[in-house]
């Protein structure tokens, strides 16, 4: 069972939203920092957004006034609600503690969530 699980993602035309979804264990979400990363073809993979334990919240320049990042604390659960969608948005779609999680070793990736917009 994956420590953070993402959905949400699809396809949608320039100018739509998407609200994302990162479901996480209670021990994971409560004391830790969560932030939404992507990565698109031929890019490293980016930080977007991150919500603090507190609720705090900082953007990437490129999204912000765009994207908002909230958490609900009875369902460990943080979403990236993502409005004025554009192409270069297009990527696979991550949630992970801040910094990423350590697992033996190595850092834990999800599956994503592909995020896919059309001009």
């Known amino acids: 069972q994956g420590q953070l699980v993402e959905s949400g993602g699809g396809l949608v035309q320039a100018g739509g939203s998407l609200r994302l979804s990162c479901a996480s264990s209670?021990?994971?979400?409560?004391?830790?920092?969560i932030g939404w990363y992507r990565q698109a073809p031929g890019k490293q993979r980016e930080l977007v957004a991150t919500?603090?334990?507190?609720?705090?919240?900082n953007f990437v320049e490129s999204v912000k006034g765009r994207f908002t990042i909230s958490r609900d604390n009875a369902k460990n659960t943080v979403y990236l609600q993502m409005n004025s969608l554009k192409p270069e948005d297009t990527a696979v779609y991550y949630c992970?503690?801040?910094?990423?999680?350590?697992?033996?070793?190595?850092?834990?990736w999800g599956q994503g969530t592909q995020v896919t917009v059309s001009s």
């Open positions: 209670e021990i994971i979400f409560r004391f830790n920092a």
């Open positions: 992970n503690t801040k910094p990423p999680l350590q697992i033996n070793g190595g850092v834990y």
């Open positions: 919500i603090s334990e507190g609720g705090s919240t």
